[in-house]
């Protein structure tokens, strides 16, 4: 069960991520889409702070993420461990 919530948890995260980055994205450059690192119309600054941006967000979403449950997971054993 736990492998089971561990990749619920890690997809959960990268769709955080995605749609977070999306709008950062957006917002930063008003522009709708990232460019691609193959997107020979974008030149080298932008693909390159658009791949630090989105690695940024996606660890840091991943993170929040398993902190999250790995304490939710914590405050559960300890009720468990209470109710015995």
């Known amino acids: 069960?736990?492998?089971?919530?561990?990749?619920?948890?890690?997809?959960l995260?990268?769709?955080?991520?995605?749609?977070?980055?999306?709008?950062?994205w957006k917002r930063a450059s008003g522009q709708d889409e990232a460019p691609e690192a193959d997107d020979l119309g974008?030149?080298?600054t932008e693909v390159l702070v658009s791949a630090t941006l989105q690695g940024?967000?996606?660890?840091?979403?991943?993170a929040a993420v398993q902190r999250a449950g790995a304490q939710t997971f914590r405050r559960r054993a300890v009720l468990s461990r209470s109710k015995s």
Not at 1 to 11: C, N, R, V, W
Not at 56 to 62: E, K, M
């Open 56 to 62: 940024a967000i996606f660890g840091l979403a991943r």
């Open 1 to 11: 069960m736990e492998k089971t919530l561990s990749t619920g948890m890690s997809l």
């Open 13 to 24: 995260s990268g769709a955080l991520a995605a749609a977070l980055f999306r709008r950062v």
């Open 42 to 44: 974008r030149g080298w």
